[in-house]
C-alpha cells in the first residue's frame, strides 16, 4: 500500500497495482459492485492485463507530448530497417566469409554474431548492424522497439498537439505523471482514493487522450461523443477532488520524488482549478480538439454526483461482502411491469 501522499516520478506500474480507488474504478462502481470486484485486483482470477498495441501507442505519445524527446528515446525506439543489416544466420555467415573463413565453432546464430564481434574489436573496425543484438540491446535498457509506421503516426500525432496554438501552451510550465493518493472518509470509513496526472500546472490538469475516427462526423463532435461514452467528466471530477487535497500533502511535507519546491508552492497556492482535455486522433489524419470543464460546470456537477455514489456503493459492498469475496447482489423475482420495458418496445 502506498502511503498518502503527492509523488513525483512514481512508476507507472507501482500505481496502478495499488488498491486505491482511481476513476476507472469509480467509473465501474457507477455500473455495478461486481464489475468493479471482477475487474479489480481483489479478484484472484483476473486475467493478467496484456499492453495491447493500441495503449502502447497512446503511451508512446504520452511521452513524446509530456515529457519530450529524450524522455521519449530513452523508452521507444524505431524497428530497426535497412538493408545492411543482419538478420539471419546466413546473412551472419555471409559477413564472416567476406574477410575469411567462418571458423568451426561458429556454429549457432549467437556464436555466429560472437564472432563478429571479436573480429570487430581485432581489427578495430565499427561492428555492422545486427538485428538480434539490437533486439537485445533495447530489452536491456528497457526501451519498445516500434515498427516504422506506428514510429511516424506517433511523431505525426504528437507533432500535432504541440503545433496547434490553441493546445501548446497546455503542456508548458507543469509537471507530468504526478500521483496523489489519499483517504476520504465516506459514512464513517475510510476509503483510500488515487489520481495520477497526466500534467499538472498551477491552475489546471491536463489530460491527454486518443479516440479512433472511425465513425463518421467531425473530430470535434466524436471527442464529445467520447467524452459521454466514455465518462470521461467522472474522471475530471474525481481529478479535480484529488486536486483539492494537494495543499493539505505539500503543508504536511508528504511530497516524494523529484521536484521544483518554488513551483510546488505555486500549484499549492492557486485557486480556482480547471481540468482539460486534449484529444489526439489515432488514425491516420493528425487531427486534435481540445475542452475545458471549470468550476460551476453542470458537467461537473453530474460527474461529482456519480463520484459520490460510486463511493457510497463501494463502503456498501465492503460492508456486505468484504474483500475476498465477490460483489455479487442477487434481487427477489418479481413480476416485470410495461414500464420496466424500454419505451419503444410498446410502440
Not at 508548458?172 to 475510510?190: C, M, N
Not at 474522471?235 to 518554488?262: I, K
Not at 468484504?322 to 413480476?335: A, C, T, V, Y
Amino acid at each position: 500500500m502506498i502511503p498518502d501522499g503527492l509523488y513525483f516520478g512514481l512508476d507507472e506500474a507501482e500505481y496502478h497495482a495499488d488498491l486505491a480507488l482511481g476513476s476507472s474504478d469509480l467509473k465501474r462502481l457507477a455500473t455495478g459492485p461486481a464489475e468493479y470486484w471482477f475487474g479489480s485486483r481483489l479478484n484472484p482470477d483476473r486475467e493478467a492485463q496484456e499492453t495491447t498495441p493500441a495503449q502502447l501507442l497512446g503511451k508512446a505519445v504520452h511521452r513524446l507530448v509530456l515529457e519530450g524527446k529524450r524522455s521519449f528515446a530513452a523508452a521507444f525506439e524505431r524497428y530497426p530497417e535497412g538493408d545492411d543489416l543482419l538478420r539471419t544466420a546466413d546473412d551472419l555467415a555471409a559477413w564472416i566469409k567476406v574477410r575469411g573463413p567462418v571458423p568451426s565453432w561458429a556454429k549457432t546464430k549467437p556464436q555466429k554474431i560472437a564472432c563478429i564481434l571479436d573480429m570487430c574489436e581485432a581489427s578495430g573496425e565499427d561492428p555492422p548492424r545486427i538485428l538480434d543484438a539490437i533486439l537485445a540491446e533495447a530489452q536491456a535498457d528497457g526501451r519498445a522497439l516500434l515498427k516504422g509506421p506506428d514510429f511516424d503516426r506517433i511523431r505525426a500525432a504528437a507533432g500535432s498537439v504541440l503545433a496547434n496554438p490553441h493546445l501548446a501552451q497546455s503542456f508548458t510550465g507543469g509537471a507530468s505523471e504526478v500521483s496523489l493518493f489519499w483517504t476520504d472518509e465516506i459514512d464513517g470509513e475510510p476509503v483510500r482514493r488515487k489520481a495520477r496526472f497526466d500534467y499538472l500546472k498551477p491552475r489546471a490538469i491536463v489530460d491527454l487522450k486518443s479516440i479512433s475516427t472511425g465513425r463518421r462526423g467531425r473530430f470535434p463532435a466524436l471527442c464529445r461523443r467520447a467524452l459521454a461514452e466514455w465518462d470521461y467528466p467522472v474522471q475530471a471530477a474525481a481529478y479535480l477532488q484529488a486536486r483539492a487535497r494537494l495543499p493539505e500533502m505539500v503543508a504536511a511535507g508528504r511530497v516524494f520524488g523529484d521536484h521544483d519546491p518554488a513551483w510546488l508552492t505555486r500549484v499549492a497556492a492557486a485557486q480556482d482549478h480547471a481540468f482539460v482535455f486534449v484529444f489526439w486522433a489515432s488514425g491516420p489524419v493528425p487531427l486534435t480538439w481540445g475542452t475545458t470543464l471549470s468550476p460551476g460546470n453542470p458537467v461537473l456537477d453530474v460527474a461529482e454526483t456519480t463520484v459520490r455514489d460510486a463511493l457510497w456503493t463501494y463502503v456498501a459492498a465492503r460492508r456486505a461482502h468484504g474483500l475476498d469475496r465477490p460483489w455479487i447482489e442477487h434481487e427477489p423475482l418479481n413480476e416485470i411491469s410495461i414500464d420496466d420495458l424500454p419505451g419503444w418496445w410498446s410502440r
